[in-house]
């Protein structure tokens, strides 16, 4: 059980005060996944339109100076109940786990003049009645952000220079599928280094070397972790020569000095080189990825391949509006453990429900296809069930869960199919600070899980925050 249940709960009445506060101005902006995406400049002078003022905005905008120097206050407070009947498919742990995610985020944005800028966030983490209580489930408090911002004075427009951020730092790149925020566990990811960006036109362009944060449960206790490098260019195309369509285009470095994967443990070095396709046209949608691997895995080496598709169809039925969508997701295994070679894809820093909330299964050496259907009866609320159908790309690699770990005592089992997961989602954005999230996924598991102790396993989760 956690150490602080009384202090959570306590928490959880202080979040449910909130949700009842004044409702939010319409017209505002919506509220970034990324909060120092955020511009509260609309703010300045006389303020804001008296039809689109929130009762927070004496804090977004506090000017010390110029238009252009001033401070941005803003938080996010969320409670998320989640249970599984048999965490990890009911290999090796606990039968049962229930328990009450806890998180409060506070940041502080100042900005000083065109070309200067620090952002800091503080995070509490806790995670009442969990089994086992640590990252990324509790981190009683750090620093969830720490970073400067300088604009390069190449141009006499700072808008339009390319800016330095060192510090620790959020990043999330195109679909997510290998740089996430991971936002669905209690403690989101960030990343300890330097990240130089710019834009020119329409284009996009990132690059950057970084460290990603090692968690630890205690208070200020979190660094860089020092057995991992993640370092790469992204840059994004927003219109190209792909009709209807952005592209995106990158290269990925990775080091990790304790890898493990079925074949054993040993220094990864990893590099990835990929391409993104997204857009629509008409009714359709679509956001398509692929991208090779290569390096070294100890003595070996490395060769691997990803591909990730995401196809919709929208129409409306009795003035609801509903997608029918199907994703489809394959990631190399390795055929073969004595061959010399790793080929086992790895996802890098995905989002953990990368399939689904549940969070069980990651793309490594996996074979996916997933029929969904999404109902929307209102702008604000959305309704989706999905049906995924998971194979293993080669019966020589193991069953990896979400997180890239092998599942013990899959690895060179007989039969490719994983099993099913059947998933039931909402979503209610109440307004513009309050959201709701709740869902059940039901897992019914093949023979290769069963046979290395996993049995069927149901999800539940209810999830509700308030931003400002």
Same mark, same amino acid.
């Given at each position: ?5 009384? *202090?959570?709960?306590? =928490?959880?009445a202080?979040s449910?005060?909130? *949700?009842?506060? #004044?409702p ?10 990324l909060?120092?995406d ?14 689109r ?11 010390l100076?110029?238009?252009?120097t ?10 998320? +109940?989640?249970h ?6 009911g290999t ?8 009450? /995610?806890?998180?409060i ?6 900005? #000083?003049?065109e070309r ?6 503080l995070?509490?983490? *806790? ?12 981190d ?8 400067v911002?300088?604009?390069l004075?190449l141009?006499? $427009?700072? #808008? ?13 790149f195109?679909?997510? !599928? =290998? ?6 566990? $209690? ?5 300890d ?11 996009r ?5 970084? !460290? ?12 860089? $972790?020092?057995?991992q ?13 792909v009709?209807a ?5 990158y290269? @990925?470095?990775f ?20 391409? !993104? ?11 398509w990825?692929a /991208?090779?691997q290569?390096?070294s895995?100890?003595?070996?080496? *490395?060769?691997a ?10 129409? #409306? ?14 990631g190399?295994g ?7 070679? =790793?080929?086992?894809y790895?996802g890098?820093f995905?989002? =953990?429900a990368? +399939?689904?909330?549940a969070?069980l ?5 996996? @074979?996916?296809l997933?029929?969904? @259907?999404?109902? !929307? ?6 309704l ?9 790309q080669?019966t ?5 869960t ?5 599942i ?6 007989p039969g ?6 059947l998933?039931?989602d ?10 709701? $999230?709740a869902g /059940?996924v ?6 290769v @899980? ?7 396993t ?8 308030y931003t400002?």
């Amino acid at each position: 059980m956690a150490r602080h249940p009384a *202090l959570a709960l306590a =928490l959880f009445a202080v979040s449910a005060n909130a *949700l009842a506060q #004044a409702p939010a101005a319409a017209g505002a902006p919506a509220y970034k996944p990324l909060r120092y995406d955020e511009d509260y400049r609309y703010l300045q002078g006389a303020g804001a339109d008296a039809t689109r003022r929130d009762p927070w905005d004496p804090i977004k905008y506090i000017p010390l100076g110029g238009p252009d120097t001033y401070l941005s206050l803003g938080g996010e407070i969320r409670e998320r +109940f989640e249970h599984y009947s048999a965490p990890n498919f009911g290999t090796p742990g606990p039968d049962a786990d229930g328990y009450l /995610l806890h998180r409060i985020l506070l940041h502080a944005d100042l900005h #000083a003049g065109e070309r200067l800028r620090a952002f800091v966030q503080l995070g509490n983490h *806790l995670a009442a009645g969990k089994d086992v209580a640590m990252p990324p489930y509790e981190d009683r408090l750090d620093l969830q952000q720490a970073f400067v911002d300088a604009r390069l004075p190449l141009s006499g $427009n700072a #808008a339009a220079d390319p800016s330095v951020r060192v510090g620790r730092q959020e990043m999330a790149f195109g679909s997510q !599928r =290998l740089v996430s925020v991971r936002d669905a566990p $209690n403690v989101r990811r960030a990343f300890d280094g330097v990240r130089l960006g710019g834009q020119a036109s329409d284009v996009r362009i990132d690059a950057f070397a970084t !460290r990603p944060v090692l968690l630890k449960a205690g208070n200020f206790d979190d660094h860089p $972790n020092h057995a991992q490098g993640f370092w790469g260019v992204y840059t994004t195309f927003p219109r190209s020569f792909v009709p209807a369509s952005g592209v995106d285009l990158y290269y @990925l470095g990775f080091e990790n000095s304790r890898a493990l994967y079925s074949v054993g443990a040993g220094v990864e070095r990893r590099h990835s080189v990929g391409g !993104r396709i997204f857009g629509g046209q008409g009714r359709w949608d679509w956001d398509w990825e692929a /991208l090779a691997q290569f390096g070294s895995f100890g003595r070996q080496d *490395l060769r691997a391949w990803g591909v990730s598709t995401d196809t919709g169809y929208g129409f #409306a039925v009795a003035g609801w509006n509903v997608r029918a969508g199907v994703k489809a997701t394959a990631g190399s295994g390795d055929k073969d453990p004595a061959d010399g070679r =790793l080929g086992t894809y790895g996802g890098l820093f995905p989002k =953990l429900a990368y +399939f689904n909330q549940a969070g069980l299964v990651g793309a490594s050496n996996v @074979l996916d296809l997933q029929p969904s @259907l999404t109902l !929307r009866p209102t702008a604000s609320l959305r309704l989706t069930v999905s049906w995924d159908f998971i194979w293993r790309q080669t019966t020589g690699d193991a069953v990896y869960t979400a997180a890239a770990v092998p599942i013990a005592g899959t690895a060179g089992r007989p039969g490719r199919y994983t099993g099913s997961q059947l998933a039931f989602d909402v979503f209610w954005q109440v307004d513009r600070h309050v959201t709701v $999230n709740a869902g /059940l996924v039901h897992v019914e598991v093949a023979p290769v @899980l069963r046979t290395a102790g996993g049995r069927n396993t149901n999800f539940t989760y209810l999830s509700a925050a308030y931003t400002f």
